[in-house]
């Protein structure tokens, strides 16, 4: 399987860090992106758990979790 992916940068510091990756070659990137994207995943997991956004904030029961007594997205 192959996967492409493209990233458009605006930002000076991350252009930087952009080519200061692709310095350590391809799977030093793909390791770093893969390593990223588990973090992410870890965090989306944990909102769901939780109930609340990544910086904490709760978020609104939806009408159906009022009614049944569940949670919100879950």
């Known amino acids: ?3 492409a992916l493209r990233i458009t ?3 000076s510091e991350i ?3 952009s080519v200061r990756l692709a310095q350590f070659g ?3 990137v793909n390791d770093a992106l893969a ?3 588990e973090s992410v995943r ?3 997991i ?6 609340t956004s990544p910086e904490g904030t709760a978020w609104q029961p939806s009408e159906r ?3 049944t007594g569940g949670k919100t997205l879950i």
């Open 15 to 17: 252009r930087q860090l």
């Open 46 to 51: 944990d909102s769901f758990e939780s109930s």
């Open 42 to 44: 870890t965090m989306a």
């Open 1 to 3: 399987m192959t996967v």
């Open 65 to 67: 979790a009022l009614l």
């Open 9 to 11: 940068l605006q930002d």
């Open 35 to 37: 390593e990223l994207g």
């Open 26 to 28: 391809d799977q030093a």
